[in-house]
């Protein structure tokens, strides 16, 4: 048995994040179902993570959206407020096609509707309808709200509407019951539009948590979500404590007047099935000069950059056994190899332009600076065979994934090249990244103590007790805090409250944009992700940096770094006071004055240097060139650590 319209969603759900989709899954094929669905209200955040997890438990996945369609015009924004402004509408993807339509229609929502709600409307929807499935939803549904209003005749008209658009067969009157006395009154004149109009009926059931036991965190959310508290009188609230996943015989029990719509959840369900794609790359195409492609561009680039960082191409590249030309060589050969030739011409020419137009770029840093591809084209300013640098670490055939290049910007003009790169390859292809703040161990305890109405004083003396370690748990917590324990077993309200915490940990609290994360895709983004709406106004993913990477598509870090900007500024007000120029790309790394004040511990402001633990560590080491200053930051994480006093004595 499958039920086609399960709620997972970040408005109201304790279904939302990696951990709790698991769980929800994890139940369902409990339950004997071989189906779920996901249909968030008007976004798809967790698709991504549903689609894995249901493919991990071989449960079918069936990806869908509760959207909101505006009475008239998506356009129109001077409606009157409450009801008027948008009905629901669910739509699951049937195949690949009513996938991408999906993410069209979702997008658009974002992009072009929104207004309180992100709105479509009927021109979006007979646009975009192919290969997508439709339930009438719930009571917030269009042909619902007018027979809860008595216009029957509207209701029809309504429900013909949207046969009409998906065609007959893909649109279904939806029959739900969670003890509402409106929701049996809607029914009973469903049924017979069902039979007058010759629409399909389809049973579903709305689910906010996953088990019957959930009902009470989930109020607490609710709290959360809205403000509230628990007392509060005029709050929202999901009556009856019917909304958790419900097995077949508790389905078939509810509605044993209308069989066949009780079957049709499993037609529909069987009729879905949509195939998304992993780890194959979706590259934009670098437009190249005319007379060359871009494997015979990156090639020129390169080896007019090795002639001006070397000189001698034939020189040796350190002690690899190899020439210049040949590291070079190799390094092209995988790029081919791995279908990474774009991706270098593209990092390339907005580092370019940055550079040509003044903006101040870092000299690279991770993995990217051991090759010397990267280092010819001037996207790092390190050289990999004087340092002996990596290349594998970098890249490697063995074990594909995609390069991975962080590149710092002055603070100031990061939004230049970024402006930049929309420009060049279209504004609808370049997008930022989402990325969700959680409900992390203290704030969640800080958050159910204010709705459950207690002391603030008492809640944080609490919370304070939860280490200050990263990534903790509330039940890490518990073990590595004997207190925290025993309070936790002897009174009924620290375990009440903590009880509710756990449940709500690690749920998504809100979405921001990603500090440095941008997507350039190969074609409309819409047409790649769902795209949403950032707080400023700004169009970003729905998807995060990991998921963005997992689908092949080419995600660039572009990092706004104050330091560039300062060191900018130093240079400007040097040349300006003294008339001195400073090219900060080649200053001397043995200037034995600038080692010695690093010696002293003054740090203060130097990347990487100027934490207390590093400050007294460069006091001991007392580095006398780069290279000891490099060891001093290697050495300085957990594990290497704990060889810091026997470096030191070695050294001196």
Known sequence: MAFAHLHVHTEYSLLDGSNKIKEYVKRVKELGMDSAAITDHGVMYGVIDFYKACKAEGIRPILGCEIYVAPNSRFDKELTGGE?????LVLLAENNTGYDNLMKIVSRGFTEGYYYKPRVDMEILNEFHEGIIALSACLAGEVQRYIQK?????????????RDCFGEGNYFLELQDHGLPEQKMVNTTLIQMSKELNIPLVVTNDVHYTYAEDVKPHDILLCIQTGK????????????????????EEMKALFPYAWEAVENTQRIADRCNVEIEFGV??????????????????NKLCYEGLKE??????????????????????ELDVIKTMGYVDYFLIVWDFINYARQNGIMVGPGRGSAAGSIVSYALKITNIDPIKYNLLFERFLNPERVSMPDIDIDFCFERRQEVIDYVGRKYGTEKVVQIVTFGTMAAKAVIRDVGRVMDLPYAYVDSLAKMIPNELNITIERALHVNPELRKMYESDEQVKELIDMSKRLEGLPRHTSMHAAGVVICSRPAEELVPLSRGADGSITTQFTMTTIEELGLLKMD?????????IRDAVELIKKSKGIHIDIDNIDYDDKKVLSSIGTGRTDGVFQLESGGMKNFMKELKPENLEDIIAGISLYRPGPMDFIPQYIKGKN
Do not use: C
């Not at 008595?150 to 949207?162: C, M, P, R």
């Not at 790359?281 to 990156?298: M, R």
């Open 281 to 298: 790359t979706k590259l934009p195409h670098f437009e190249v000069p005319s007379g060359y492609d871009s494997w015979t561009y990156l």
């Open 150 to 162: 008595g216009l029957v005749d509207e209701a029809k008209k309504a429900a013909l509407k949207y």
């Open 229 to 248: 508290k628990l007392s509060d009188e005029d709050r929202m609230r999901y009556v009856g404590g019917q909304y958790y996943i419900k097995s077949e």
């Open 558 to 566: 572009f990092l706004g770094l104050r330091t560039l900007t300062v």
């Open 84 to 88: 008027d402004r948008y009905y629901h």
């Open 309 to 330: 960082r070397y000189g001698d191409e034939n020189a040796p590249a350190g002690d690899t056994g190899l020439t210049l030309k040949e590291r070079l060589d190799y």
